[in-house]
Nanobody, 118 residues
Framework: QVQLVESGGGLVQPGGSLRLSCAAS????????MSWYRQGPGPERELVAR????????TYADSVKGRFTIFRDNNKNTVYLQMDDLKAEDTDVYYC???????????WGQGTQVTVSS
């Protein structure tokens, strides 16, 4: 059974930090590109950050460049999102996403709420 379990969300003041974790199981983690999305104001979720297989070069949304860092630990089947210098506009539900590089099969986590407020 495939599972993506996010954790680490919560309430933080502007300028603060949070680290999100996504623990994966039920598929070959190292063969999947891992990403973090957030719901955003529109109907589609927006990509926040992505890390390819083999620890390739990550990509980031312009709005989070220089503040967020995505990294993966293939030994722990976990992907992380380190969020620093958080702003009110980062408030959202954050989702973990996995997509197979060969199969293109995709999975979503259940989401974790991040609230940035004083």
């Amino acid at each position: 059974q495939v599972q993506l379990v996010e954790s680490g969300g919560g309430l933080v003041q502007p300028g603060g930090s949070l680290r999100l974790s996504c623990a994966a199981s039920g598929f070959i983690f190292k063969a999947y590109t891992m990403s973090w999305y957030r719901q955003g104001p529109g109907p589609e979720r927006e990509l926040v950050a992505r890390v390819p297989i083999f620890d390739g070069k990550p990509t980031y949304a312009d709005s989070v460049k220089g503040r967020f860092t995505i990294f993966r630990d293939n030994n722990k089947n976990t992907v992380y999102l380190q969020m620093d210098d958080l702003k009110a506009e980062d408030t959202d539900v954050y989702y973990c996403h996995a997509r197979g590089d060969i199969s293109s099969i995709a999975y979503w986590g259940q989401g974790t709420q991040v609230t940035v407020s004083s």
